[in-house]
T-cell receptor, first 109, second 114 residues
Framework: GIQVEQSPPDLILQEGANSTLRCNFS?????LQWFHQNPWGQLINLFY???GTKQNGRLSATTVATERYSLLYISSSQTTDSGVYFC???????????FGRGTSLIVHP | SQTIHQWPATLVQPVGSPLSLECTVE??????LYWYRQAAGRGLQLLFY??????ISSEVPQNLSASRPQDRQFILSSKKLLLSDSGFYLC?????????????FGPGTRLTVT
């Protein structure tokens, strides 16, 4: 099956810093999502982005499908950005997403 | 708009007791439904998924079972809980008939087996 790798596994920032999270996948995909799991466990949809670039406030994402990677940019980080960021992809018409192991982000005040 | 509910939010159960976790989706019809477990650490493990009433696929053989008695209801059960069943259980849905649709998660149930 398709492999999904996220990097870095852990990231510690000071409030106000910028960061880039990466998701590499091993095959063509027809769906790619970024999620933020907050400290209470809720998985929040950030972007549905099988290709192209999207922006939502301080967050933006870019997926280069031909090169099999996606990037999540967080600018001017805040303590509320802390949590785990997951990338999930679906390939070949499957209903089953494959999740990466996540990037754990801690933002210090 | 669509919403997904899970209950209970937290549960503490003794080893050997039964389990029933419920998930319901509102505002859509014929959704794909999923049960995930997240143990200590980060990984999400898919347990079951369903593309329609009575249609359940199991991804991991284990002490759990799932049922879909109604279009927008998904139930996770166990007859006898094990310590290893502890974890955070998440229900999710996506629009049916498409493998490329967005997935949405419920708030989760935190299960501790003592």
């Amino acid at each position: 099956g398709i492999q999904v790798e996220q990097s870095p596994p852990d990231l510690i920032l000071q409030e106000g810093a910028n960061s880039t999270l990466r998701c590499n996948f091993s095959d063509s995909v027809n769906n790619l999502q970024w999620f933020h799991q907050n400290p209470w466990g809720q998985l929040i949809n950030l972007f549905y982005i099988p290709s192209g670039t999207k922006q939502n406030g301080r967050l933006s994402a870019t997926t280069v499908a031909t090169e099999r990677y996606s990037l999540l940019y967080i600018s001017s980080s805040q303590t509320t950005d802390s949590g785990v960021y997951f990338c999930a992809v679906t390939a070949g018409g499957s209903y089953i997403p494959t999740f990466g192991r996540g990037t754990s982000l801690i933002v210090h005040p | 708009s669509q919403t997904i509910h899970q209950w209970p939010a937290t549960l503490v159960q003794p080893v050997g007791s039964p389990l029933s976790l419920e998930c319901t989706v509102e505002g859509t019809s014929n959704p794909n439904l999923y049960w995930y477990r997240q143990a200590a650490g980060r990984g999400l493990q898919l347990l079951f998924y369903s593309v329609g009433i009575g249609q359940i696929s199991s991804e991991v053989p284990q002490n759990l079972s799932a049922s879909r008695p109604q279009d927008r209801q998904f139930i996770l059960s166990s007859k006898k809980l094990l310590l290893s069943d502890s974890g955070f259980y998440l229900c999710a849905w996506s629009r049916g008939t498409s493998g490329s649709s967005e997935q949405y998660f419920g708030p989760g149930t935190r299960l501790t087996v003592t």
